[in-house]
């Protein structure tokens, strides 16, 4: 059995939502853009927010913040 491109992106660089959240810099960084450039970035928010690996904060300036 091989892995899909898919599975093989997973075993290099690691879950979704754990690309997300190292790509989140430590002051922060713009949700819409983050999702936009990352590879399956929709699913990896998700998946990071209900893990509570990162949070929204609409009054920094930055909106993305990992915990």
Do not use: C, R
Not at 28 to 56: C, E, H, R, Y
């Amino acid at each position: 059995m091989e892995l899909t491109s898919e599975g093989k992106e997973v075993a290099k660089n690691g879950s979704h939502e754990v690309v997300l959240y190292n790509a989140v810099p430590e002051i922060g960084a713009d949700q819409a853009k983050l999702i936009q450039d990352i590879p399956n970035g929709k699913v990896g928010f998700s998946k990071a927010m209900s893990n509570g690996w990162i949070l929204i904060d609409k009054s920094s300036g930055t909106d993305l913040h990992d915990l």
